[in-house]
């Protein structure tokens, strides 16, 4: 074997060791791609968990939320003026030189500021699980129930209502998302918004 054969294995060897060192880095690649999308996963779930999980804890917020996401305009300034003139004129002369009607109307627009900026957390929510999804950090069947869930909320009267006013709010491509595709599908039968009432084909 001359000096040339040696340099040709010698070759052959540096070959063979970029191309398991290709394959290594391969597979780190594949196994980082998979941490980031269990990571992407376990963040949208959390997300998600601790706003059911706030909404629940606080029986007030419960009330807002269902009320909100059945007729928005019951929250909206129109709406707290309608309370104020029904309360006027049921307790009429009985709460003239009180401060029952003044507290009454804070009290119902602290009810709009709370599900305003519960509502929009869970739509921002929402959005980033979209665009997770398109970056393809997020499995489909994982979207897909959640886009269910998505669905169901801004399909709800109050939702429709809600995403009308504050939908500019939003990212393009979630807005056509939502205006184009979710609001445009016809909803479960059984679909029910925080299981306060329906609004599938049964809904009355």
Known sequence: MNLNDLANIGQVIGALAVVVSLFYVAHQIRQNTNAVRSATAQAVHEHFAKWYQLVAADAELSKIVATGLRDHGSLSE???????????????????????????????????VRFIATFMSFLSYSQNAFLKWREK????????????????????????????????????????????????REPHPDARPMGAFTIGRGAE
Not at 144 to 169: H, Q, S, T
Not at 173 to 182: A, G, H, I, K, T
Request: aromatic share 14%; hydrophobic share 40%.
């Open 78 to 112: 129109h709406g707290v003026c309608q309370t104020l003139f029904s309360f006027g004129k049921l307790y009429g002369g009985r709460c003239r030189g009180t401060s029952a009607p003044r507290e009454a109307g804070r009290w119902m627009k602290s009810r709009r």
């Open 137 to 184: 950090l997020l499995a489909p069947p994982l979207w897909m129930g959640w886009e269910v869930v998505i669905m169901n909320l801004v399909c709800a009267p109050g939702g429709k209502a809600f995403w009308k006013d504050r939908g500019y709010m939003f990212g393009e491509e979630f807005r056509r998302r939502v205006e184009d595709d979710l609001m445009k």
